[in-house]
């Protein structure tokens, strides 16, 4: 059972345009979201988080944005440059519990 | 801050042999640290969580004999393959619980890749 699913598996976008990564889950329970980036065989970097009190948190050119209602969350990332070009993951827990991660979404900004 | 590191980042051994992974948290202290195992192209698989001073919990279908886990300290946790196999071949990551303004945040080491012949 995928409680975190990431639809698209991989996203192509412009340098100096708009990336958006999708993120939908279904556990209820889930009260805090992060946003990971990765590097082939390198770990995850964290990116940004929300917690289920706020719809949006900004840092820099990444922002991301929960709707509770539709268990959907997305991450933006304004103008997205070639360095950004990585896999995206999605994860969430409840507070103090395991993270459970998405499957990924593979972006690529092309020059 | 919030800098987590892995020893070492590539390993390669002869099947039946043992191996040691350490993960250490370098500026923070962290009371539970997590294991993850990554095969190509597939997301994040946690295999257990390490609490400091007690006994590791692992996820269903891991064998806690065969992946000795070890959190000695606040700032140490330490992976063991015990008689490795060639399907153990994975990227192996850790991952230790800091802070991020109210909320916990876990910060990623950089890997180890192990490669068992």
């Known amino acids: 059972d995928q409680q975190v699913k990431q639809n698209s598996p991989s996203l192509s976008v412009q340098e100096g345009r708009i990336s958006i990564l999708n993120c939908d889950y279904t556990?209820?329970?889930?009260?805090?979201f992060l946003w990971y980036k990765k590097y082939p065989a390198e770990g995850p970097t964290f990116l940004i988080s929300?917690?289920?009190?706020?719809d949006k948190n900004e840092d820099g050119r990444f922002t991301v944005f929960l709707n509770k209602s539709a268990k959907h969350l997305s991450l933006h990332i304004v103008p997205s440059q070639p360095g950004d070009s990585a896999v995206y993951f999605c994860?969430?827990?409840?507070?103090?519990?395991?993270?459970?991660f998405g499957t990924g979404t593979r972006l690529t900004i092309i020059p | 801050g919030a800098v987590v590191s892995q020893h070492p980042s590539r390993v390669i051994c002869k099947s039946g042999t043992s191996v040691k992974i350490e993960c250490r948290s370098l500026?923070?202290?962290?009371?539970?640290m997590f294991w993850y195992r990554q095969f190509p192209k597939q997301s994040l698989m946690l295999m257990a969580t390490?609490?400091?001073?007690?006994?590791?919990?692992?996820e269903q279908g891991v064998e806690k004999d065969k992946f000795l886990i070890n959190h000695a300290s606040l700032t140490l946790s330490t992976l063991t393959v015990t008689s490795a196999h060639p399907e153990d071949s994975s990227f192996y990551i850790c991952?230790?619980?800091?802070?991020?303004?109210?909320?916990?945040?876990?910060?990623f080491g950089p890997g180890t890749r192990l490669t068992v012949l």
């Open positions: 991952s230790a619980r800091g802070f991020q303004g109210a909320s916990d945040t876990q910060y």
């Open positions: 556990n209820s329970m889930f009260d805090y």
């Open positions: 929300i917690s289920s009190i706020k």
């Open positions: 994860a969430a827990s409840e507070v103090g519990e395991k993270l459970t």
């Open positions: 500026d923070f202290q962290a009371t539970t």
């Open positions: 390490s609490n400091e001073g007690s006994k590791a919990t692992y």
